[in-house]
């Protein structure tokens, strides 16, 4: 069992029903819908796909809607774009015009009177550099730095301007009530800078009574300034190190990544890494060993996930590249698991309770040797937890409610599994052992440990541990 979670991104390459049932036999736990692309009709075809096809697998997948935020695009360009050489110089307007090689507009109008001479603007995550030269009314001219191909729709970044935008876009409304409305298990929103942007999305949920859980995406200088109230309000954190290095020094990108990953392992929250982790494979059946590495290290860095954008999206061979990242995930925990190095987890939002029965269950399975350990939960929170221990064997999270379950299907480790629970701990523990047996998980005479709470459907009342040999209906 891979316990690594892979988010795999949807789009023109593998949002068929058929796509969509080679990438879970491939090994997706995550599907992410980006709404940077694609209409709601569009991506309310891929719901239904992935929702048919799981059913038809008998597969738990948790579905993670990607807000756009306030990412800057190019707008329509002639023919789909032009090329740029340095030295050449591109006017930017605030009016709205199908552009071409002497000027473009942005989705943004405004930003042509919050940029000054002498900053940057960066296409396409910086693989055209131009810089502004001249000002005159509601119009940016700028010179080419760094050459290439400036294409209709793609982002634009300004690291030396300061511009005044909320988090949530009046498009990010639409498609968040849409999430919401449809029943996703995650939304990602983008270019988070303090915990103030997460509320806003907070906000919204009561009206829809859901459960969806909140994705904090750090891909702004402002938000590793802030990153520990991120984290404490997130419900998960995804590291985007796309924006990140084109908004910050590229060199202190792994670094970054390195600081948020352990402080999420700290305080028991997933964590995602994300952004070109086997990008040569848009375009190749294989990946380069440096980006065979970077999946490897992330990993080694107590990653809970890792997520491929394009290469499934709209890659040649997406679902080659999520079994390469499979393969390789593999065997890094192979090598893992003769570490005797183990997390150190603080977790201070956790009941004191449920942090130390997690901590007993790990204890546990690691001094018997069991073969796995069941978690009945209500609202995941004690399974999530437990994966930040990185235990050698699995973890079964235990659910009555689907949603509870396709949410624990991003936890490292945690094997979620949706059934009902007896309220009577001997039938409890018959109907584990049968269910297991059943799925291959266990056999007779294993010995397994058993989280549960005495206080049936109320979440955070998880307080017992239970020592239990796995037995056959005829043995009892």
């Given at each position: 069992m891979l316990r690594t979670k892979i988010i795999a991104t949807l789009g023109p390459a593998s949002n068929s029903a058929e796509a969509i049932g080679g990438l879970i036999d491939a090994g997706a736990d995550v599907f992410r819908l980006n709404f940077s692309h694609g209409t709601l009709?569009?991506?309310?075809?891929?719901?239904?796909?992935?929702?048919?096809?799981?059913?038809?697998?008998?597969?738990?997948?948790?579905?993670?809607a990607d807000l756009c935020g306030p990412k800057i695009r190019v707008e329509p360009l002639e023919d789909g774009g032009f090329e740029i050489a340095v030295g050449e110089t591109l006017d930017i307007l605030a009016e709205t015009v199908v552009g071409g090689p002497k000027g473009i507009s942005t989705s943004r109008p405004e930003l042509v009177r919050e940029v000054a001479e002498g900053h940057q603007v960066l296409i396409d995550d910086g693989n055209v550099r131009l810089r502004v030269v001249s000002i005159?009314?509601?119009?940016?001219?700028?010179?080419?730095?760094?050459?290439?191909?400036?294409?209709?729709?793609?982002?634009?970044n300004l690291p030396d301007s300061?511009?005044?935008?909320?988090?949530?876009?009046?498009?990010?409304?639409?498609?968040?009530?849409?999430?919401?409305?449809?029943?996703?298990?995650?939304?990602?929103?983008?270019?988070?800078?303090?915990a103030a942007d997460l509320q806003a999305v907070r906000e919204m949920m009561p009206l829809a009574g859901t459960e969806c859980r909140v994705?904090?995406?750090?891909?702004?200088p402002q938000a590793t300034e802030?990153?520990?109230?991120?984290?404490?309000?997130?419900?998960?954190?995804?590291v985007a190190r796309g924006d990140l290095g084109v908004e910050m020094d590229l060199a202190s990108v792994p670094l970054i990544q390195k600081n948020i990953t352990r402080r999420c392992q700290n305080a028991g929250k997933p964590v995602i890494i994300a952004t070109q982790m086997l990008q040569s494979m848009v375009d190749s059946p294989v990946p380069t060993r440096a980006e065979v590495s970077d999946v490897a290290n992330a990993?080694?860095?107590s990653a809970d996930c890792v997520m491929l954008s394009a290469e499934t999206a709209i890659g040649r061979f997406?679902?080659?590249a999520l079994r390469m990242i499979a393969r390789v995930g593999e065997q890094t925990e192979r090598f893992l698991a003769s570490s005797l190095q183990r997390p150190e987890i603080r977790s201070p939002a956790m009941r004191r309770v449920t942090t130390a029965v997690a901590i007993g269950a790990s204890l546990l399975a690691r001094e018997l040797s069991a073969k796995l350990v069941a978690v009945w939960t209500e609202s995941g929170n004690t399974a999530r937890l437990l994966s930040k221990h990185r235990l050698d064997q699995p973890v079964v999270g235990l659910s009555p409610d689907?949603?509870?379950?396709?949410?624990?299907?991003?936890?490292?480790?945690?094997?979620?599994?949706?059934?009902?629970?007896?309220?009577?701990?001997?039938?409890?523990?018959?109907?584990?052992?049968?269910?297991?047996?059943s799925r291959g998980m266990a056999e007779p005479g294993d010995l397994i440990v058993v989280v549960a709470g005495t206080h049936l459907d109320e979440p955070g009342s998880t307080n017992a541990l239970l020592i239990h040999l796995v037995l056959d209906a005829g043995a009892r």
């Open positions: 009709e569009q991506h309310g075809q891929t719901l239904r796909n992935i929702r048919e096809t799981c059913r038809d697998r008998d597969a738990t997948i948790a579905i993670m005159s009314g509601d119009r940016l001219t700028c010179k080419c730095e760094v050459g290439g191909r400036i294409s209709d729709r793609k982002g634009v300061d511009l005044a935008m909320s988090a949530l876009t009046d498009k990010d409304r639409v498609d968040l009530a849409w999430a919401l409305e449809n029943r996703v298990d995650y939304v990602a929103v983008s270019f988070v800078r303090s994705v904090a995406k750090v891909e702004t802030h990153i520990d109230e991120i984290i404490e309000s997130a419900d998960a954190v995804l990993i080694f860095d997406p679902e080659q689907e949603s509870v379950c396709r949410r624990m299907a991003m936890y490292y480790g945690v094997l979620p599994v949706q059934m009902k629970r007896d309220p009577a701990v001997p039938a409890m523990l018959q109907d584990v052992d049968a269910m297991l047996i």
